[in-house]
């Protein structure tokens, strides 16, 4: 990628130019703005957890076939198989219906994982989840995996209240550490449903929810 350099978007046609901003990660812009309602400013984080998987996995578009609707998933691997999974990389704060609206549109035909980068901006308090970090006072195993419950440290509940309803399987990057946040489903046997602000994690590696995202030796409930 140089300076002025011009290609094609793949999923509209419309004209990309190279963007290389000196405190930022390179990347295409479209010239009349992008065709994807849901593209978000990506850095150093975004494109970390991209090269983890294959460039034929990365950005690719998906099409509603009844309404034309488009979008890009970050990462789909497993295509046309029983076991495709879309991956949406999170770092900024997303509203409940945007959330909802997602999971509704990749969840058609596939399985979808979020994963929801923890940091230290203010909508993802860092030091709110921290806090909430509790791996001795109750375990609860289910499949073979030990969860731990626990509660939100932080005055408001509303993030993790949000992800806890999700439909799709959540997971936290914080500072590196995978954990896998029980959605309702899990939950119910894990003793829950949990009250506001308890929630349920199982701690894995990075290799193991990339062998995951991949299908293998992962049997999440579908």
Same mark, same amino acid.
């Not at 290389?20 to 295409?28: A, G, I, M, T, Y």
């Not at 969840?107 to 230290?120: A, D, E, K, T, Y």
């Given at each position: ?22 405190? &930022? ?26 090269? =983890? ?18 979008? =890009? ?7 046309? $198989? ?26 058609? &035909?596939? =399985? ?33 995996? $030990? ?8 005055r408001s509940k509303q993030f993790i209240e949000k992800w ?31 009250? =506001? ?13 990339? &062998? ?11």
């Amino acid at each position: 990628m140089n300076k002025g350099e011009r290609a094609i978007c793949p999923d509209c046609g419309a004209t990309l130019l190279a963007v290389l901003p000196v405190e &930022n990660v390179k990347h295409w812009r479209h010239k009349g703005g992008d065709c994807d309602t849901w593209s978000e400013p990506e850095g150093e984080w975004h494109l970390w957890w991209k090269e =983890r998987f294959d460039l034929d996995c990365r950005e690719i578009g998906l099409t509603d076939k009844d309404n034309g609707e488009r979008h =890009r998933a970050d990462i789909l691997c497993g295509a046309n $198989t029983p076991l495709a999974t879309i991956l949406e990389l999170q770092h900024s704060n997303i509203s409940e219906e945007e959330r909802l609206s997602r999971e509704k549109f990749y969840s058609r &035909n596939h =399985r979808m994982f979020w994963l929801v980068h923890i940091h230290s901006d203010t909508s993802f308090n860092e030091f709110s989840f921290y806090s909430s970090l509790d791996f001795e006072s109750r375990p609860r195993v289910y499949d073979g995996r $030990t969860f731990h419950v626990m509660r939100w440290g932080g005055r408001s509940k509303q993030f993790i209240e949000k992800w806890k309803r999700s439909s799709t399987h959540v997971f936290f990057d914080y500072k590196g550490y995978i954990f896998y946040l029980a959605n309702e489903q899990v939950s119910k046997y894990l003793g829950g449903p949990f009250g =506001r602000g308890e929630f349920a994690l199982y701690n894995l590696t990075p290799m193991e929810f990339i &062998n995951a995202v991949h299908g293998h030796k992962a049997n999440l409930e579908s």
